[in-house]
């Protein structure tokens, strides 16, 4: 009872009260922002308590929340797709590490040539990664326009 009321709420935010046509967007934001604080929970014990080096620990962390946040982001923000869930996952799974080899690029370039520290760099890497990911995946794994329409 208690779980149906918050998805109510969490329905209603995310869809400025089902009038919002970016809606998908939002909720798709509200899914990544959640499994980004896990994945930066799992980086940093990599790192700092198990010695990983970071960008180990950076694709141990991703591809660690990547299933989960798909079940999420599939159920919740793109629950009208009409591809199957394994073939979306394949879809969405290839989208991922694409963008799992930019994100370690990217922070590894900041890390190195801005001597930034490896989690400003990976937050910074993950917004820019993410935005295109919201993208790609829109279109492939869940094959439905960007913006929903109404």
């Known amino acids: 009872m208690v779980y149906k009321k918050i998805i109510e709420f969490l329905n209603f935010i995310t869809s400025a009260g089902g009038h919002a046509p970016t809606s998908r967007f939002l909720r798709y934001s509200v899914w990544g922002t959640a499994f980004t604080v896990l994945d930066f929970i799992i980086l940093i014990i990599l790192k700092e308590f198990f010695g990983l080096l970071y960008l180990t620990?950076?694709?141990?962390?991703?591809i660690m929340t990547t299933f989960l946040n798909y079940v999420a982001i599939r159920k919740w923000g793109f629950h009208e797709t009409q591809r199957k869930f394994a073939r979306g996952f394949v879809y969405y799974?290839?989208?991922?590490?694409?963008?799992?080899?930019?994100l370690s690029l990217?922070?590894?370039?900041?890390?190195?040539?801005?001597?930034?520290?490896?989690?400003?760099?990976?937050?910074?890497?993950?917004?820019?990664?993410?935005?295109?990911?919201?993208a790609l995946n829109s279109k492939f794994a869940f094959n439905l326009e960007i913006v929903k329409n109404g």
């Open 57 to 62: 620990s950076i694709t141990i962390s991703f």
């Open 106 to 134: 990217l922070v590894f370039w900041m890390v190195e040539n801005l001597s930034l520290n490896y989690l400003v760099a990976r937050f910074f890497a993950g917004i820019l990664v993410g935005l295109l990911n919201f």
């Open 93 to 102: 799974f290839g989208i991922n590490l694409i963008s799992l080899v930019m």
